[in-house]
């Protein structure tokens, strides 16, 4: 019996941003298919439903894959696509894979020889690049920068001396509560001429997104407490 396929379905990166994220063929996807892997089963079915999902809500399978859930087995998510069902993974926001959990499905996807197919949707990462104005043919993205702030402080001037010697955008994220604090160690560690994009709330009514140097951030200071935010680092 031929394996089914495994879809990655973007889901929106804010509330009432539907139409920015969905295309026609991801519509089209989600109503052909019955069962999902996803982080979170209520937003999960409110995204299905935003999308334009026409099969009753009833007739889904969800499995859980929320933080709570990742030591158990997975093995029952992969019943219904050995069997010959395909099956939507769905990230919390965004794309499945990038800065998400669902990597580890993904991987194990493809050493069980089942087809993957990413459908086109936001990632906050590749947005945020794309509207820095910074290098996007050498890049790296490396997470969660260090908690503690003297390793963090050392971590940032690593970045900003590989952004110097590379000519390669650095771009990290922070807890969106922590992002003040963070902030605040890139304006206290960063040479002035380096430049900084921040990109908060992505695809938003309240979306911003601006670029400039640490010396010209450091005469007025973003809020940027509890709101989903990008860091990118360049220096030329």
């Not at 379905?9 to 063929?25: N, Q, W």
């Not at 009514?205 to 860091?231: C, D, G, S, Y």
Request: net charge neutral.
């Amino acid at each position: 019996m031929p394996l089914g396929t495994l879809y990655l379905i973007p889901v929106p990166l804010a509330d009432e941003a539907a139409a920015k994220s969905f295309t026609p063929y991801l519509t089209d996807t989600i109503n052909s298919i019955k069962e999902y892997i996803a982080e979170n089963e209520k937003t999960a079915r409110r995204f299905l439903k935003e999308a334009g999902l026409k099969t009753p809500q009833s007739e889904l399978l969800i499995h859980d894959y929320g933080k709570h859930n990742r030591d158990v087995s997975t093995a029952d998510f992969f019943k219904g696509l050995q069997a010959g069902k395909d099956v939507g993974l769905m990230s919390e926001a965004g794309c499945p894979g990038i800065a998400d959990p669902g990597a580890e499905i993904v991987e194990k996807a493809h050493r069980m020889g089942i087809k993957v197919v990413p459908l086109v949707g936001p990632s906050s990462i590749l947005l945020a690049l794309m509207a820095s104005g910074f290098n996007g043919q050498s890049f790296t993205f490396h997470g969660y920068l260090p908690i503690d702030k003297a390793e963090r402080s050392k971590r940032i001037r690593q970045l900003e001396g590989h952004a110097e010697q590379n000519d390669q955008t650095q771009i990290f994220i922070e807890t969106p509560f922590r992002n003040n604090p963070m902030l605040e160690e890139i304006l206290r560690t960063a040479q002035p001429k380096t430049r900084l994009c921040i990109a908060a709330d992505l695809t938003s009514a309240n979306e911003f997104v601006q670029t400039k140097t640490i010396a010209e951030w450091q005469k007025k200071v973003p809020e940027l407490h509890k709101r989903p935010a990008i860091f990118l680092i360049y220096h030329r």
